[in-house]
T-cell receptor
Framework: KAGVTQTPRYLIKTRGQQVTLSCSPI?????VSWYQQTPGQGLQFLFE???????NKGNFPGRFSGRQFSNSRSEMNVSTLELGDSALYLC???????????FGQGTRLTVV | AQSVTQLGSHVSVSEGALVLLRCNYS??????LFWYVQYPNQGLQLLLK??????LVKGINGFEAEFKKSETSFHLTKPSAHMSDAAEYFC??????????FGTGTSLTVIP
């Protein structure tokens, strides 16, 4: 089975722009979660989707949004980018609510 | 409330020496506990996890961890460090069916 695939791996954007990151979960996995990793804040939970519905949301501003499609693929969008949004964004998938979670390699976003 | 504390942001050991990375958690309910390893510019790779049952859990690459409820700890150990073990290690608690709470990470250096 292919693992969790995140695209692109690296991205450079300018302040004020918006960005969309993509995550393809492991085949058969219906839950997709997103995390932000920064040197200062560590790993922080953004949100989790299950069967196209957002089930849980972390403490991030509304500029951060996501969605999940019927094939379980997920996208994360950040609007009006700020320098502080520079981070490694990790996606994780699991088959259902149990804790069998697998992480992708992440998308490194740099905001300049 | 729930949180994860990793004692020691940096740990150095000699090649062949014992590796001990500490993790304590606070949780109002029995948690699922995980250790992940992260190599530079990579995602998180699962080392081992505790859900239920035997409290001594064996993982990949010779790592193991013991869940001690009385001490609310889940320390990671490896009898003999290898150069390839140098990486960032994260302890995590999985709660509410769909969210990880990560520790701040411990950077392991292996000295030849």
């Amino acid at each position: 089975k292919a693992g969790v695939t995140q695209t692109p791996r690296y991205l450079i954007k300018t302040r004020g722009q918006q960005v969309t990151l993509s995550c393809s979960p492991i085949s058969g996995h219906r839950s997709v979660s997103w995390y932000q990793q920064t040197p200062g804040q560590g790993l922080q939970f953004l949100f989790e989707y299950f069967s196209e519905t957002q089930r849980n949301k972390g403490n991030f501003p509304g500029r951060f949004s996501g969605r999940q499609f019927s094939n379980s693929r997920s996208e994360m969008n950040v609007s009006t980018l700020e320098l502080g949004d520079s981070a490694l964004y990790l996606c994780a998938s699991s088959p259902h609510s149990e804790a069998f979670v697998f992480f992708g390699q992440g998308t490194r976003l740099t905001v300049v | 409330a729930q949180s994860v504390t990793q004692l020691g942001s940096h740990v150095s050991v000699s090649e062949g020496a014992l590796v001990l990375l500490r993790c304590n958690y606070s949780s109002s309910v029995p948690p699922y506990l995980f250790w992940y390893v992260q190599y530079p510019n990579q995602g998180l790779q699962l080392l081992l996890k505790y859900t239920t049952g035997a409290t001594l859990v064996k993982g990949i690459n010779g790592f193991e961890a013991e869940f001690k409820k009385s001490e609310t700890s889940f320390h990671l150990t490896k009898p003999s460090a290898h150069m390839s073990d140098a990486a960032e290690y994260f302890c995590a608690v999985y709660l509410n069916g769909n969210q990880f709470y990560f520790g701040t990470g411990t950077s392991l250096t292996v000295i030849p």
